[in-house]
């Protein structure tokens, strides 16, 4: 290959992935337009768009081996943007402001929540990206928090069902949480897309796939919520585990303290 063609080349696998981040800007970006004229819907498409833009940015940078500080670091700010800002304009003019004139400061406190803890949430990734377990995340992805906000306004436009607010401020608060806890999410980043797997996964992808087309509102949504509960479920169910485990060994220690207190003569 020419001298030239090759840099050019080289140029081109570091730009590819930023195009996808770019990408996933401009949708966040037009999210926030469109929840600001009050054309929710297409809010809420923008942001599945910019989930989408946001994941095949870092399959492509680590299929091209073109992941560099720069890339993650912009990737960052656009995620503020598109799953931390672009939400929580999205649910406060879908259903916070609805609280009423009285309570308009609560409804932009929990508008704001979603968008603090989201920056939060990024910046421990990033700073913590060398030694958290690749299995998990710690918190809630920020693009799930805003998935199920679009999602949700999706299914509530498709269903004809006119958002609870009080609901949705603690929702939002609760999504919050979520973020900036230290509950452990699976990634699926495990998960070796280019090794052969079992037929049963290509079955699961079919089944999803008919159950994406039969409703293409409810299903996704419940995707999400239940990747969003599936967290909070696995720590409670974990903790009392090891709740048990120590319980056993207490009652294992007592009772060789009573053998070995039986067994002295004196």
């Not at 020419?2 to 195009?19: C, D, I, T």
């Not at 993650?72 to 402001?97: H, R, T």
């Not at 979603?114 to 809630?140: E, H, P, S, T």
Request: include cysteine.
């Amino acid at each position: 290959m020419p001298k030239f063609n090759k840099k050019v080349a080289e140029r081109g696998v570091y730009v590819l992935p930023s195009l996808f981040t770019t990408m996933g800007l401009f949708a966040g970006f037009y999210s926030l337009i469109a929840s600001i004229q009050g054309n929710f819907e297409t809010a809420a498409w923008a942001i599945l768009a910019a989930a989408i833009f946001d994941m095949l940015d870092g399959r492509v940078a680590r299929l091209l081996h073109a992941e560099t500080d720069f890339g993650a670091e912009y990737d960052s700010l656009c995620d503020m943007l598109s799953f931390g800002v672009a939400p929580a304009i999205l649910v406060y003019f879908w259903a916070l402001v609805n609280l009423g004139t009285d309570l308009h400061r609560l409804a932009w406190l929990g508008a704001f929540f979603l968008v603090a803890c989201a920056a939060i949430r990024l910046a421990r990734f990033n700073v913590k990206l060398d030694v958290q377990d690749k299995r998990y995340f710690q918190g809630l992805p920020t693009p799930a928090a805003a998935l199920l906000i679009a999602m949700a306004v999706l299914f509530h436009l498709d269903a004809k069902i006119e958002p609870l607010p009080w609901l949705w401020f603690f929702l939002s608060s609760f999504l919050a949480w979520l973020m900036v806890s230290n509950v452990r999410f699976v990634s699926g980043k495990d998960l070796d897309l280019k090794k052969r797997q079992s037929s049963s996964v290509l079955l699961v992808m079919v089944a999803l796939v008919a159950f994406l087309a039969i409703d293409p509102y409810r299903v996704p949504f419940t995707i999400i919520l239940a990747y969003c509960l599936h967290g909070p479920l696995m720590s409670l169910w974990q903790n009392r585990r090891l709740a048990e485990a120590r319980k056993k060994r207490k009652l294992r220690r007592k009772a060789n303290k009573k053998d070995s207190t039986d067994e002295d003569p004196s």
